[in-house]
Structures are given as structure tokens and as C-alpha cells.
């Protein structure tokens, strides 16, 4: 009837569509926290849509570079708050 | 000259590697000279770089601090799951009720991992968030986004006195 | 007669949830009028949302390497959130923005 295949197409498409309606916010959000906080998000969506990817098109590969993204991630949201704080990134 | 705390974040760290890249196999046997040896030189790296970060030199029992984490999670894991189904009632119900304000509160911790411990539980359960923490004398300032929420931590103040018993500093650190 | 066991059912089960709770923290993202409560709406729902999506991951592949792999994930997903959420806000509040009280028009 149904295989494991089409639950990860639906999970892939749903974090498509949310995805969607972040942008909105990315580009309208009165300000710059806003727009940061707007691809915060957008970026932990990313790191799930790419485990749901590897499961579709059955390659294991798809969970390292969603590792390595989750991690650039982060660092990215810390510097660009860092930066909005203090005016600069190192105090050197 | 090797202390006991820097062989016990190297092992770690060779296992993470050993998990990561699965160079040992134990159920067929087969093993991977090449990532094995750039494995002990990667974790003995990472040890030398991030050796100062984790040791403070302020440690004792942490055996049983560990233990009592361990039986803390459970438990916090359990208000995460309650609680979010209530910001996602705020969400959705078409008036949606909120009330936001800022509160401030004084706590009995003092080392790092206490207080990290305990604004991360503050951020993860729903109704709170902290924004700024003062290491001198434990002082949280919190957004809270219904007098409900803003109550359970100023009132009851359950969660404090919980991460005080994981890693004993119940009765001041002064 | 479907193709699927329990584990299967299971798995799913918890997919469902998770991206029930993804889509709840974008609309909070959506429609809440400041912007510290939207960072409320997105630093929880979204992390638990995650956390259950990758745990019927988990449960779907069974025991191997692959799965070890994505309990790491998780949980730097369940500690680096919480510390991302906490970091903008505090820039924005020493900023200057100034918190939304009941009554106000949308901002």
C-alpha cells in the first residue's frame, strides 16, 4: 500500500512549506533582530530536512554534513549576535 | 605528569572519533590502521586545545554530581514535553492570551556548570527565557511570558532548589 | 498485507509530532506582535519539534552507526538552541529594544 518512503517525502515537504513562512518574516521583520532570529530558524529546518533527504534518496552520507551544518550554524547566530552587541567581532 | 583529568578527556575523545567513524567493528572484526592513528592524533589535538576550557581545578565528587545529573534529566525532560504543549496552545487559540514582563531573582549557585545547568533549563521550559546572568551573587534577569509561568519560578522556585541539590551548593557559595 | 511493523508505526508516530511541533513555531513566528516573544515560540517548540522528528529517525533505523550519529546530533541540537536564543536576545536587549506590554499595537 504505502512504504517508508512516502512518510519521508511528506516530512520533507512539510519543513519545505514551514521554510516558506519564516521567509516572510526573514524579509518584512521590522529591524535587524528580527531578520536574524528569521534565519536562526531557517537554519535548524535546514539540518532536519537534510536527514530527511539522506532517507529518501538512501545515502547514510546525508548526517555528516547535517553534523557539520548544525555546527556553522551555531557559530554563525553567536557571531552576528556578538557583532549587533559590540559593534565589532575581535577586540584587538 | 599527566594528570588523571587529561587522560580521562582523551579517552572520550578517541571514542567519539571511534563512533564517528566507525574504524573498529566489533561484531565483524575488521579494524582500520590509518584512521585509527590519525584518530589518536586528532583527540590528543583537541585535548591539548580545550584541556584548560573543561578543568578548573574546583572539582571534587563529581562521580556522584554526575549520578545526580543523570537522574535530573528524566525529570526535566518530562516538564519540556508538558510545558510546550502549552505554548502551543498560546499559539494557536485565535485571541491569544500573553502577558510579557521582566523579572529578576537571586540563586544560590556559583561554579559554571551550575549556572549554565540552570539557564538552559530556564530557556527550555516554555513561559521563560533568561537574558542575562550575573556569576557574582547568582542573579538571573528572566523575560517571562504569562504571570503563570513567571510564578512557578519566582514562587515555587522548584527548578532551583533541584540543580542546587545536583551539584551541592544548597546553602550559599560564599 | 502493508509493508510496515510496529517499529514503523511507532517511528511515525513521532514524526508526526515533531513536525506538528515545527509548524506550531513558525506561525508563533508568525503572529506574535515582539519580538521576544516570537524568540519564545521558536527557541522551544522548535527544538522539541526537532528532538522528536530525529528521535523517530532514530527509532526507524534500529541499532548501527548511523543512528549513533543522529543521538550526537540531537543533543548538540538540544544544548546549542537554547544558547543561540539566549545569546540574541541578550544583544538586543542591551541594545535597547524595548519589551512589548499588554495593550500595545503590534510592532
Known amino acids: 500500500m504505502f512504504e517508508m518512503v512516502d512518510v519521508f517525502l511528506a516530512v520533507g515537504v512539510s519543513i519545505g512549506f514551514t521554510i516558506l513562512l519564516c521567509l516572510y518574516r526573514a524579509v518584512r521583520g521590522p529591524g535587524v533582530f528580527n531578520q536574524v532570529a528569521a534565519v536562526n530558524v531557517i537554519g535548524t529546518k535546514v539540518i532536519v530536512l537534510l536527514v530527511a533527504i539522506g532517507y529518501i534518496f538512501e545515502r547514510p552520507m546525508f548526517v555528516d554534513i547535517a553534523l557539520l551544518y548544525a555546527g556553522l550554524n551555531f557559530v554563525g547566530t553567536l557571531v552576528m549576535a556578538k557583532y549587533l552587541e559590540r559593534g565589532e567581532i575581535c577586540s584587538a | 605528569m599527566m594528570k588523571r583529568s587529561t587522560v580521562a578527556i582523551f579517552i572520550v575523545m578517541f571514542v567519539f572519533w571511534v563512533l564517528l567513524s566507525a574504524c573498529i567493528n566489533p561484531l565483524k572484526g575488521h579494524y582500520d590502521l590509518i584512521r585509527i592513528v590519525v584518530g589518536m592524533i586528532c583527540a590528543a589535538i583537541a585535548t591539548s586545545v580545550s584541556r584548560d576550557l573543561l578543568i578548573t581545578g574546583k572539582e571534587d565528587m563529581t562521580l556522584r554530581k554526575t549520578l545526580r545529573l543523570l537522574l535530573y534529566i528524566p525529570w526535566e525532560l518530562w516538564q519540556i514535553v508538558l510545558a510546550n504543549f502549552d505554548v502551543a496552545y498560546r499559539v494557536l487559540h485565535p485571541k491569544m492570551p500573553i502577558d510579557p514582563r521582566i523579572i529578576e531573582f537571586d540563586t544560590t549557585l556559583r561554579s559554571d556548570f ?3 545547568t540552570l539557564a538552559n533549563s530556564i530557556t527550555l521550559t ?3 527565557i533568561t537574558i542575562d546572568v550575573e556569576p557574582e551573587r547568582g542573579r538571573f534577569l528572566v523575560h517571562a511570558i504569562a504571570s503563570k509561568a513567571a510564578d512557578a519560578l519566582l514562587v515555587d522556585q522548584t527548578m532551583q532548589k533541584k540543580v542546587a541539590h545536583v551539584y551541592m551548593e544548597e546553602r550559599g557559595g560564599e | ?3 510496515i511493523g510496529v517499529t514503523d508505526i511507532i517511528s511515525i508516530i513521532f514524526m508526526a509530532g515533531g513536525i506538528f511541533f515545527m509548524v506550531t513555531g513558525a506561525v508563533g513566528l508568525l503572529r506574535f506582535p515582539d519580538f521576544y516573544t516570537r524568540l519564545h515560540a521558536t527557541g522551544k517548540c522548535d527544538t522539541l519539534g ?11 533505523q534500529g541499532w548501527s552507526f548511523v543512528s549513533v550519529k543522529l543521538f550526537f546530533l540531537m543533543f548538540f541540537i538540544f544544548m546549542a538552541n537554547p544558547v543561540g536564543t539566549h545569546a540574541i536576545m541578550k544583544a538586543a536587549y542591551y541594545t535597547g529594544l524595548k519589551p512589548w506590554k499588554k495593550g500595545e499595537e503590534r510592532r
Open chain 2, 126 to 128: 516554555p513561559g521563560t
Open chain 3, 50 to 60: 526537532e528532538v522528536l522528528v530525529i528521535t523517530g529517525c532514530m527509532i526507524f
Open chain 2, 114 to 116: 551550575a549556572l549554565t
Open chain 3, 1 to 3: 498485507m502493508l509493508g
